[in-house]
Each structure stands twice: as structure tokens, then as C-alpha cells.
């Protein structure tokens, strides 16, 4: 048997996770700004005031009005910078991810089945469309803000397998955070952990993909 038979061909739907895989999330892009020569101060900021677990409350549907409003009454002092995690949300994402861009349209030009499953803001999600064209290549995106769950959880991962009937033994899910690529190969798919752009593209060589 040559190693191409034992190549998995089975694999031809590619799902991509958005923050951390195409586009350049991290709020300390913005916070670095608001924080200007104190790495300390903005880092205890994020971690005890606008934190990663409040974030993914919005990402699960909660509005930034009550997230925002929540924060204010017991950081009032704090007012500007806890506004600012909405009013200047864009900044977090600086650009896009280049290298997986690449990947992403030379996938599309083959007719690659495509889709993104991301945890996001409804409220914020819909700029970043305009921003970023490279967007319109899926065929699909499910938002977790607009379904009121959140990966890991498998239930979102269903969601999308059922509304757009992609076969999980068929598909391959790329993400950031190792977590959600394990609840993805949990559920039949092929799970990704994306560390670059080179190591994905080597990874979606290995599966026939590219």
C-alpha cells in the first residue's frame, strides 16, 4: 500500500473559525491605546473588568447595553474604557489574517465547500461583513450571538451540520483554541487546531483539501 491510500479523501467541506484563524482579534489592540506605556494596568483591566468570560456573554446574545450598563455601576471610574469595548470594537480587529486568507479563496476557487462558525457578537458581527469582502466566500456562517450559544458547546456545532446538512465525516473544522477542535472531532468532524497559516496549509494538504 503507497501512503496516498492511506490519505483521508473524505474530507472535502472546510469550516473556519473567524477570531484568531482569519481575522486579528485581540482587544489588547485597542486597550494598548487606552493604556499607553502600562502593559500592568491594561492587563489587569481585561483580566478583572472587561474579562474574557464577560465577552462571551455577548458572544452567547447578551446586548452590550445590559454587558456595558452591568460594568459602569461598579466601575464607574471606569466608565470610558468599559464603553470603549463597544464603541470602539473595530480597533480590535486591526486586519485580517493574510496567510489564511490566501487559504480560505484558493479553497473557494476550487469549489470547496466553505462555512465559518464563530463566536461572536450579533451587534458587532455585521461590520466586520463590510470590512472584510473575504467574508462572502462562505456559503454559510452561523453566529453564535444570533443563537444564543457558544463553542464549545456542541449544540452550536449541530446547528450548523443541520442547517446547512454538511455530514460531519465530511467535514474538516479549523479553530484557534484547541477546545473547540476537539468538540468538533467529538461530533465526527475533523478537528484543526490552528497555530498558522503554513501549519494549516500543510495540515489541508495532508486531507487532498489543497
Known sequence: MSSNDCIDRTRRIVVFDLGGVLLQWNPRFLYRKLFPGDEQAMENFLATV???EWNE???AGRPFAA???ELVAKHADKAHL???FRTRFDEMIPAAIDGTVEILLELSRAGVPLY???NFSAETFPAQRDRFPF???FDGIVVSGEEGVIKP???IFRILLERYAVVPAHAVFVDDNAAN???ATALGMHGIHFRSPRQLRDELVALSLL
Open 50 to 52: 472587561c474579562t474574557q
Open 135 to 137: 467574508l462572502s466566500a
Open 153 to 155: 458547546d456542541p449544540r
Open 82 to 84: 468599559i464603553e470603549a
Open 116 to 118: 465559518a462558525l464563530t
Open 57 to 59: 456573554r455577548q458572544d
Open 67 to 69: 454587558a456595558i450598563g
Open 181 to 183: 477542535a476537539a468538540a
